[in-house]
């Protein structure tokens, strides 16, 4: 298998991967390019600081590293299909330290946005719930209420974590800290023209490529 | 104690004031102390008017564009009054603050972005600075204006200092060792309490991983609770209303009580203490919606006020 290591061949050799892959990898550098400095990632030495800074790579079934060599060797399909890009935190530590100044946390983000957006993940996957939820509220009142986005949360992926959460809610609301209203923004119809217009500017949904849905959360929802 | 008449003399301190979703619910008592804090100090904060969500992680992992225009709207709605931004939680600070630096950096994704805040009559320059708290009170007052409005002692308090990952690392709020920061360090310090060695302060709490992978978020936090309990903290302070909601939840069971096996320990905002330390009574300082309760003692306000003036 070629080692791909500059973004511009990739587009100009077509014939290298498979043509999903080469769809995965097309979708992919889009989403790299929009990180400012993500080209970098050529630039990966393979050293393991990411992966040994990591406080959850004992979590994850690839390594941050890992995940650079695997790009590199064409196979971006296995990154989507692991849980470390769900089990990342997004706590900049194997950015802040990487000796290559690779943006590893906006990678591994670029690459959740395109599984997101090829649904390469189990339907009732949490962290997907969790996004859309939240794009859904902000959509509605242009704010966040947190009561609204954990009981859709949790009864789209969990009814029984529901109502075990349930004495937790009671506590902090017992400490005046759960807001049981949202609060709609005055700006709410401005701020649904705004969102309509940058939709055009993001890739559009493609075809679905379902898995099964399950109703498990955390490990046993990907295995 | 300096002369109140130079303490006077310091022009007003203005700032816009975007507290965020969060800090309307779970994160109340932070807003609160944030507000009587800066009031202590005499610098005046003013709430963006109509803010809206800033977009935060969540958001920010599926739809680009969309979030940053949702979180551009902020940016252009402070504009008008020309004074910097202050963001407290460390969520909408770096969503904030990212927004920024991508427009400013990619002229195609800026025209994306103002061209959809047009859709509702708004303009941009994205010249105003997005500022934390803790930034504001190191580099625009500085320890010794801070020492200066003092009222009480923090002395006897074993304070651990929790920087989390937002505020050290991708957007950072002040110029610091994003491995060993100590600018909280130094503040509870020249405030008379003890900051203890706590080498977790830039581990993770887990974020979002509460809610996707609990028992991964549990690890961490008890990491820092382990450390802190060794070290005999009276509480650990942190800046960011994710890590405080993690850092108590997780000491909590399922039905929302302390678990009862080790000493719990309580979670502050830095602003709570160091208001407390300005002389900001315990309600305004919000301590009432802190689920584990500060036990420890330390010197009422009285006793700093008389050997002050
Ligand atoms: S730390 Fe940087 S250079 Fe080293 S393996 Fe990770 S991404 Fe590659
Ligand atoms: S940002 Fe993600 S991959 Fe990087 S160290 Fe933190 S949890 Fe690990």
Redesign the pocket.
């Known amino acids: 298998m070629p080692v791909v290591a500059d973004l511009d061949r990739v587009r100009t050799a077509p014939d290298l991967f498979e043509k999903e892959e080469c769809e995965l990898r097309e979708a992919f550098l889009t989403e790299v390019e929009r990180v400012p400095g993500g080209a970098r990632l050529r630039?990966?030495?393979?050293?393991?600081?990411?992966?040994g800074s990591c406080p959850v790579s004992y979590a994850m079934d690839l390594t941050?590293?890992e995940v650079?060599a695997l790009f590199r060797a064409g196979d971006i399909e296995r990154i989507l299909r692991s849980r470390t890009i769900w089990v990342c935190a997004s706590c900049y530590q194997?950015t802040t330290?990487?000796?290559?100044n690779?943006k590893?946390t906006d990678i591994l983000y670029a690459l959740k946005r395109v599984a997101v957006d090829r649904r390469v993940f189990p339907r009732k996957f949490p962290v997907y719930v969790l996004s859309e939820t939240f794009a859904k509220q902000v959509r509605k009142y242009g704010r966040n209420y947190e009561v609204g986005l954990l009981r859709t949360y949790f009864w789209k992926t969990s009814v029984v974590r529901m109502l075990m959460r349930t004495g937790l809610a009671l506590a902090l609301w017992r400490k005046g800290r759960l807001a049981l209203r949202p609060a709609r923004i005055k700006g709410i119809a401005g701020l649904r023209r705004m969102i309509a217009k940058a939709e055009t500017f993001d890739r559009p949904q493609p075809t679905e490529v379902d898995q099964e849905p399950t109703s498990e959360v955390g490990y046993g929802a990907i295995g | 104690m300096a002369d109140p008449s130079l303490v006077l003399k310091r022009e007003k301190m203005q700032y816009s004031y975007y507290p965020g979703c969060s800090l309307h619910s779970t994160g109340v008592a932070y807003d609160k102390s944030v507000r009587a804090m800066f009031r202590a100090l005499d610098v005046e904060l003013t709430e963006i008017d109509d803010w809206n969500c800033c977009g935060a992680t969540a958001y920010m992992s599926v739809k680009e564009t969309v979030a940053c225009v949702v979180s551009a709207r902020n940016l252009a709605l402070a504009e008008p009054s020309g004074h910097d931004i202050v963001a407290p939680c460390s969520a909408c600070f770096t969503v904030l603050n990212k927004t920024r630096s991508y427009v400013r950096q990619l002229p195609e994704f800026r025209r994306n972005v103002e061209a959809s805040l047009n859709e509702a009559g708004m303009t941009c320059r994205f010249d105003l600075p997005v500022r934390h708290p803790l930034d504001v009170l190191l580099n625009d007052i500085g320890i010794s204006g801070i020492v200066e409005r003092q009222v009480r002692s923090l002395d006897g308090l074993r304070v651990a200092c929790y920087y989390g990952c937002q505020i050290v690392r991708p957007e950072r709020a002040v110029e610091e060792d994003p491995e060993v920061p100590m600018a909280l360090d130094d503040l509870i310090s020249a405030l008379g309490g003890t900051p203890v060695d706590y080498p977790p302060k830039v581990r993770c709490c887990g974020g979002m991983l509460v809610a996707t992978f609990e028992e991964v978020a549990q690890n961490l936090c008890n990491e820092l609770y382990d450390r802190a309990r060794s070290e005999q903290a009276d509480c650990i302070i942190t800046t960011c209303p994710m890590c405080q909601a993690n850092l108590e939840l997780l000491q909590q069971g399922r039905r929302g009580r302390t678990n009862g096996s080790s000493r719990p320990i309580p979670i502050l905002y830095f602003t709570q203490l160091i208001g407390m330390a300005l002389g900001v009574s315990d309600a305004d300082a919000g301590l009432q919606h802190n689920l584990i309760p500060l036990n420890a003692r330390f010197p009422p306000v009285s006793e700093m006020v008389c050997h002050g003036s």
């Open positions: 630039r990966c030495i393979q050293c393991g600081t990411c992966t941050p590293r650079m194997c330290r990487c000796p290559s690779i590893v």
